[in-house]
């Protein structure tokens, strides 16, 4: 075989293993892009359902609050009431049950409360709503805290009620407004 035949021949098989070389290198390094840009697709999209997550929970405290500002806000009312019709029924010597409508509607608003409450995530806010339950229910169950007052006596423990109760809802609105205020400024971390 003469020289440059043989010399052409390991040209073209050297370029032939070379493009074929060139070829598996090119499919190799595809392959590794290729698991790189779905590992960071993968990471992304994780990081997109987390971050969607945060948001989410945070919207749904943010209403469990209002809602739970709003439940407060009826139970003061109610307990208000039935401390009124309490003291009311003092002053002529009667120590009756609530009328049905309100005692359903303090049962009802209690209900709300407890589930609501139960939904927040803050151990404080939730220390705070109990408090408030409980002076709620000792102010408004039973009527026998009056029995037995009159005149100035009977009208100071009223008012002494009344400014009890005033000052708990006082501080669960301020510990609940913050909490609501807490959501409400929450955004998420930038990246």
């Given at each position: 075989m003469e020289?440059?035949v043989f010399?052409?021949?390991v040209?073209?098989a050297?370029t032939l293993?070379?493009s074929?070389?060139?070829?598996?290198l090119?499919?190799?390094?595809?392959?590794r892009?290729d698991?790189?840009t779905l590992?960071?697709?993968?990471?992304?999209?994780?990081?997109?359902r987390?971050s969607?997550?945060?948001d989410?929970?945070?919207?749904f405290?943010?209403?469990?609050?209002?809602?739970?500002?709003?439940a407060?806000?009826?139970?003061a009312?109610?307990?208000?009431?039935?401390?009124h019709?309490?003291h009311?029924q003092?002053?002529?010597g009667?120590y009756t049950?609530?009328?049905?409508t309100?005692?359903?509607?303090?049962?009802?608003?209690?209900?709300?409360?407890?589930?609501?409450?139960s939904?927040?995530?803050d151990a404080?806010v939730r220390?705070?709503v109990?408090?408030?339950?409980?002076t709620?229910?000792?102010?408004?169950?039973?009527?026998?805290h009056?029995?037995?007052l009159?005149?100035?006596d009977l009208e100071?423990?009223?008012?002494?009620?009344?400014m009890?109760l005033?000052?708990?809802?006082?501080?669960l609105t301020?510990?609940?407004?913050?909490?609501?205020?807490?959501?409400?400024a929450w955004?998420?971390?930038?990246?």
């Open positions: 020289p440059v010399t052409q021949i040209i073209a050297a293993l070379a074929l070389g060139g070829y598996l090119a499919g190799l390094n595809e392959r892009r698991a790189r590992a960071r697709e993968l990471q992304l999209r994780g990081t997109e987390e969607r997550r945060d989410e929970a945070h919207t405290q943010r209403e469990i609050l209002l809602a739970l500002q709003d407060v806000q009826l139970m009312r109610l307990t208000y009431k039935a401390m019709f309490d009311m003092a002053r002529e009667k049950h609530l009328p049905d309100l005692s359903d509607d303090m049962h009802s608003n209690g209900v709300d409360v407890r589930r609501l409450a939904r927040v995530l404080g220390a705070a109990d408090a408030f339950k409980d709620s229910a000792r102010l408004s169950i039973s009527p026998r009056l029995q037995g009159v005149g100035d100071n423990r009223a008012t002494s009620d009344i009890e005033h000052e708990g809802f006082e501080t301020a510990v609940l407004g913050e909490a609501v205020r807490r959501e409400i955004r998420p971390p930038v990246e």
